[in-house]
């Protein structure tokens, strides 16, 4: 089954991050979110965001561990799902969205599958899950 939605980063809250002894290229950061979702995916997420990235050049890469809590195609409940994808500033590479097997709860116990992000050229954040329940 396939279900989509928009969503808004309501929150983004670096946080501090240890020193490291470790310097490349790209600094590394950390932050939460709380996104709202729309569509038939309707709910609300926190998110903890760690990324290698370069303001200047909008290149870099995260990995994102989501909790959301919601509907998807009517069905209420929690799960986690885990997302990353690269930019080179002009596009987005190897994206992975995978939903943590176990994690479902409610209605969406038994959830598991793939899906995926994008962002339309006006900032229009859409999200997509392919998933089974069981």
């Given at each position: ?13 670096a ?27 309707e ?67 038994g ?24």
């Amino acid at each position: 089954m396939r279900a989509t939605g928009t969503f808004e980063v309501v929150d983004f809250s670096a946080a501090p991050v240890p020193p490291s002894e470790v310097k490349t290229g790209l600094p590394v950061g950390f932050a939460t979110m709380r996104k709202t979702f729309t569509g038939e995916i309707e709910g609300r997420s926190e998110t903890l965001f760690t990324a290698a990235f370069d303001p200047a050049s909008s290149t870099g890469t995260y990995v994102a561990m989501e909790s959301f809590e919601g509907h998807v195609a009517g069905h209420p409940g929690t799960f986690n799902f885990a997302h990353s994808a690269t930019t080179t500033g002009r596009d987005r590479q190897a994206e992975f969205l995978v939903i943590v097997q176990g994690s479902g709860t409610g209605d969406l116990t038994g959830i598991r599958g793939t899906g995926g992000l994008a962002v339309d050229e006006d900032g229009i954040h859409h999200i997509r899950f392919d998933y089974e329940l069981s």
